[in-house]
């Protein structure tokens, strides 16, 4: 079963409007960590925003946030005021047990969505 | 300070060679996670070290493998190459010690190995 699944495989927005990408998630343990990472063509992968499964609050960076709803298992992120720069592929990614555990270096990826911005 | 840096950056090989890919990590980090990207599977993790430790192993056959040296530096070796081993591998390095942060990884720009 795929542990993480983002949908959209593409997604249109206008410059300076916010816009969603969504991502729900997996797993039977407790303790995990929810990550959104930004890839250009350049091919370097970005990280944008962490949200641990015991956070009480929805993680905010900058323009991005990340909408948590763990009964539903999902972590969209959100990101406001869209600039041509924010084109590229996002994923979101898990890591599943605690980040001072034995899986640091773990992450399962979503198979992405591409973002692109008009002007 | 300095990002994490893998070499070489790209690269051409033929089926049946072995290729070396190297990853020095940002300085303090102790754990070198690499992972496979292609347009077909996603990105799939391969493994992990710290502190010259194998930690965590993908489901990647044995002609994938690694090692990490004292000073994290890490590299990848791939064997008897085949035309599905084409392919960007990314590094990524965190900070890999029991901690209640994120241990956010970083990754590096990529090698992008194409196997003819």
């Known amino acids: 079963a795929q542990k993480i699944t983002q949908t959209q495989p593409g997604m249109f927005v206008q410059e300076k409007e916010a816009v969603t990408l969504d991502c729900t998630y997996d797993?039977?343990?407790?303790?995990?960590?929810l990550f959104w990472y930004k890839q250009p063509s350049s091919g370097e992968m970005i990280f944008l925003i962490y949200?641990?499964?015991?956070?009480?609050q929805n993680a905010t960076e900058g323009r991005y946030s990340l909408n948590f709803q763990k009964a539903r298992k999902s972590a969209n992120l959100v990101i406001s005021a869209s600039q041509l720069g924010d084109s590229a592929m996002y994923f979101c990614?898990?890591?599943?047990?605690?980040?001072?555990?034995?899986?640091?270096?773990?992450?399962?990826f979503g198979q992405g969505t591409i973002l692109t911005v008009h002007p | 300070k300095a990002g994490v840096t893998q070499t070489p950056r790209y690269l051409i090989k033929t089926r049946g060679q072995q290729v070396t890919l190297s990853c020095s990590p940002i300085?303090?980090?102790?754990?070198v996670s690499w992972y496979q990207q292609t347009p077909g599977q996603g990105l799939q993790f391969l493994f992990e070290?710290?502190?010259?430790?194998?930690?965590n192993k993908g489901n990647f056959p044995g002609r994938f493998s690694g090692r990490q040296f004292s000073n994290s530096r890490s590299e990848m070796n791939v064997s008897t190459l085949e035309l599905g081993d084409s392919a960007l591998y990314l590094c990524?390095?965190?900070?890999?010690?029991?901690?209640?942060?994120?241990?956010?990884?970083?990754f590096g720009a990529g090698s992008r190995l194409t196997v003819l």
């Open positions: 990524a390095s965190s900070e890999g010690g029991p901690s209640s942060g994120a241990n956010v990884l970083t």
């Open positions: 797993t039977s343990d407790p303790s995990y960590g």
């Open positions: 990614a898990m890591r599943e047990g605690a980040a001072g555990g034995t899986s640091y270096g773990k992450l399962t």
């Open positions: 070290y710290f502190s010259e430790t194998q930690r």
């Open positions: 949200q641990g499964s015991y956070d009480q």
């Open positions: 300085s303090g980090h102790r754990s």
